[in-house]
């Protein structure tokens, strides 16, 4: 029996953001992108099992990942790609939230997790708090 798919939500202060930048700089390949990233949370829990997406913590029925993902028609492997989604994914509910897409061009090295995961912690405060961040 197949698994029934994940509800996706792209999260307000992501759509404010980040994803302004994505859309102004890459304009009609960004919708084709979005799709494609909302395509990939329904099927989430494939993406882990395959080890196409990166499991950053898990803590009861909650996981915070990381996704790696390439702009349509760009022709560079996601993982090359420099950019990210960092997803809140409830196994209970089924539901995975977009917390960020970014690009490391947005948020720059040194320590480029520290700086997602302060973010996170000060936009999200619920998500912190359930992993420690």
């Given at each position: 029996m197949e698994e029934?798919?994940?509800?996706?939500?792209f999260e307000t202060f992501t759509k404010r953001h980040y994803i302004k930048v994505f859309a102004k700089?890459?304009?009609s390949a960004w919708s084709g992108t979005?799709?494609?990233?909302?395509d990939i949370c329904k099927r989430i829990d494939?993406?882990?099992?395959?080890?196409?997406?990166?499991?950053i913590s898990a803590v009861a029925q909650y996981k915070l990942v990381k996704l790696d993902f390439a702009v349509e028609g760009t022709r560079v492997s996601p993982k090359s790609s420099g950019n990210r989604c960092i997803l809140f994914i409830?196994?209970?509910?089924?539901?995975?939230?977009?917390?960020?897409?970014?690009s490391k061009n947005d948020i720059s090295e040194?320590?480029?997790?520290a700086k997602?995961?302060?973010?996170?912690?000060?936009?999200?405060d619920e998500v912190g708090k359930i992993f420690n961040l």
């Open positions: 029934q798919n994940y509800s996706v939500e700089k890459y304009k979005l799709q494609d990233i909302d494939s993406v882990l099992e395959y080890k196409r997406a990166d499991l409830d196994e209970d509910i089924r539901s995975v939230k977009v917390l960020l897409v970014y040194p320590n480029e997790t997602w995961k302060s973010i996170v912690k000060q936009t999200f």
